[in-house]
């Protein structure tokens, strides 16, 4: 790797060290600067050569140092989807405003993945600031206009309004206002694309669970993280997926 994908690696990694930390603290309602890291069973501090991103984790094969207490995959996991992440956003969009951007998008989308995850709820405090830079960012300097990305957020929104009064309950708010901001970023089309690819990355691993598990079908499967993925997928992919659907109907 030359010095610039590297840098971008390596910053993505430090960035999802920050990003385990939004995942526990924002559902807790802890602040996210103090105090520092801790250790959750043994509350010992993490020093800062414990603390490197990914390779921390793989150097204490995963246990405190102090308690040796398991420390979760997810955090090296997390560090190494948002390096990746940037990484191939990198490759995409060269160093640029709209690089920054979806890098910004990427890493909310994962933090709510996460937190819906272990949580079932997306927080507020990252899905309305969304909105809101999601909109400015097409009004200044990404691809969708400002009417198709407003078009989008408003669309979402009001879908998935209606969809949850309909099920009574079978929609989240929270699922409300992640469209929106999925819609904000993207655009109306590649907003119902997300829809689409959501619905069935979601209904396929619902069936399964039911087969597998034989969970009932009340056992409600988060819907966050299948928009956070559908998401993701017509950012990179959208306009191809777009275009040979047109030409399917
Ligand atoms: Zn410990």
Not at 3 to 12: Q, S
Not at 25 to 34: D, G, T
Not at 122 to 127: A, E, G, M, T
């Amino acid at each position: 790797m030359t010095f610039v994908p590297f840098t971008v690696f390596l910053f993505g990694a430090v960035v999802g060290s920050f990003l385990n930390v939004c995942i526990y603290r924002i559902p807790r309602k802890e602040s996210l600067v103090f105090p520092g890291s801790h250790c959750p069973a043994c509350n010992a501090p993490i020093r800062f050569y414990d603390n490197i991103p990914i390779a921390s984790w793989i150097f204490l094969f995963g246990k405190c140092r102090t308690c040796r207490h398991p420390i979760s995959f997810q955090y090296p996991l997390v560090e190494a989807i948002n390096a990746g992440g940037y990484l191939y956003l990198y490759f995409r969009f060269n160093l640029s405003g709209p690089m920054v951007l979806y890098a910004l998008f990427f890493s909310a989308l994962l933090v709510i993945t996460f937190i819906d995850l272990h949580h079932k709820i997306i927080p507020d405090v990252i899905s309305l600031p969304g909105i809101g830079i999601g909109l400015l960012a097409c009004l200044f300097v990404l691809p969708p206009d400002f009417l198709d990305a407003l078009t989008g957020a408003a669309l979402g929104w009001g879908l998935f309004y209606l969809i949850a009064l309909v099920s009574r309950g079978g929609m989240g708010g929270g699922d409300i206002k992640l469209i929106a901001m999925i819609g904000a970023f993207l655009g109306w089309k590649k907003m119902l694309l997300t829809i689409m690819l959501g619905a069935l990355g979601g209904s396929v691993v619902g069936i399964a669970l039911m087969i597998l598990f034989k969970k009932s079908r009340k056992y409600a499967v988060p819907f966050g993280p299948f928009l956070a993925v559908g998401a993701l997928a017509s950012l990179f992919w959208g306009t191809s997926l777009i275009e040979w659907y047109l030409r399917l109907v």
